[in-house]
């Protein structure tokens, strides 16, 4: 008797502290990096969340997913303030298995400059505890720039391109105007300081070239913004320099 006591006792004991390991990766498909975004605008979020390996994924568990810029919480603004929401899968998953999943649109109104977004996904479970035995991807990160409402962006349509890009000298913006338009470029580091600026100078309609003298920067990440004679922000993006 004492014997099938200890066993049913053990029993329980795992049924209240029963533990899972599972890998989870999470991908960010929808914001581009370096994308622009006006304050008090939305942006929306998709993220692809892959099963890597370990336990089962239950159809009870819960997908929480948060997100964060520069390591503070970020609230969701749809209506209700809140740092994370939860998912509910409603399946099981084991290794391969991918999940797609959208953010609520969330609304910006953080000071203007650059941000260090973040997206994690935590599982979480009433009956049992569940782990991720891998941390370093379950969370994924991109740059995103606020910007004034007055800021304006050229039109879709028009091509822009930032090349050599990794650059170990010099680079060059290559627009497509629509009309002449006077434009002048600002290089600045990581930290918002400008190392770099062109005149502003009246190009045509049609495809010009903007030349940046790139080749004295020290190695690093650069962020490149493109302004028009009023100095609105026109356009954007990541520069390396190796």
Same mark, same amino acid.
């Given at each position: 008797?004492?014997?099938?006591?200890?066993?049913?006792?053990?029993?329980? /004991?795992?049924?209240?502290?029963?533990?899972?390991?599972?890998?989870?990766?999470?991908?960010?498909? @929808?914001?581009?990096?370096?994308?622009?975004?006006?304050?008090? &605008?939305?942006?929306?979020?998709?993220?692809?969340?892959?099963?890597?390996?370990?336990?089962?994924?239950?159809?009870?568990?819960?997908?929480?997913?948060?997100?964060?810029?520069?390591?503070?919480?970020?609230?969701? %603004?749809?209506?209700?303030?809140?740092?994370?929401?939860?998912?509910?899968?409603?399946?099981?998953?084991?290794?391969?298995?991918?999940?797609?999943?959208?953010?609520?649109?969330?609304?910006?109104?953080?000071?203007? &400059?650059?941000?260090?977004?973040?997206?994690?996904?935590?599982?979480?479970?009433?009956?049992?505890?569940?782990?991720?035995?891998?941390?370093?991807?379950?969370?994924?990160?991109?740059?995103?720039?606020?910007?004034?409402?007055?800021? @304006?962006?050229?039109?879709?349509?028009?091509?822009?391109?930032?090349?050599?890009?990794?650059?170990?000298?010099?680079?060059?913006?290559?627009?497509?105007?629509?009309?002449?338009?006077?434009?002048?470029?600002?290089?600045? %580091?990581?930290?918002?300081?400008?190392?770099?600026?062109?005149?502003?100078?009246?190009? /045509?309609?049609?495809?010009?070239?903007?030349?940046?003298? /790139? @080749?004295?920067?020290?190695? &690093?990440?650069?962020?490149?913004?493109?302004? %028009?004679?009023?100095?609105?922000?026109?356009? @954007?993006?990541?520069?390396?320099?190796?």
């Amino acid at each position: 008797m004492k014997n099938l006591c200890t066993v049913f006792l053990l029993l329980a /004991t795992n049924a209240v502290f029963a533990q899972r390991n599972i890998d989870f990766k999470i991908d960010l498909v @929808s914001l581009a990096d370096t994308s622009m975004v006006q304050n008090n &605008g939305a942006i929306k979020v998709h993220n692809v969340i892959t099963h890597m390996g370990g336990d089962t994924l239950k159809a009870t568990d819960t997908l929480k997913l948060s997100m964060h810029a520069n390591g503070f919480i970020f609230p969701f %603004d749809n209506g209700t303030t809140i740092d994370s929401f939860l998912y509910y899968t409603q399946k099981t998953m084991v290794k391969g298995d991918t999940l797609q999943v959208n953010f609520p649109p969330v609304i910006i109104r953080f000071p203007i &400059g650059w941000y260090n977004f973040c997206f994690k996904i935590d599982v979480t479970n009433a009956g049992d505890t569940v782990n991720d035995t891998l941390q370093l991807n379950n969370t994924t990160c991109t740059q995103l720039q606020v910007v004034p409402t007055s800021v @304006s962006k050229l039109n879709t349509n028009i091509q822009i391109t930032l090349y050599p890009n990794p650059t170990n000298n010099n680079a060059t913006i290559s627009i497509d105007l629509e009309q002449a338009t006077t434009l002048n470029a600002i290089v600045t %580091d990581i930290t918002g300081k400008t190392v770099l600026q062109t005149t502003p100078t009246l190009y /045509t309609k049609g495809k010009n070239r903007i030349q940046l003298q /790139t @080749s004295n920067l020290p190695a &690093g990440t650069y962020i490149v913004n493109l302004k %028009d004679r009023q100095g609105a922000q026109l356009w @954007s993006g990541k520069l390396i320099k190796q």
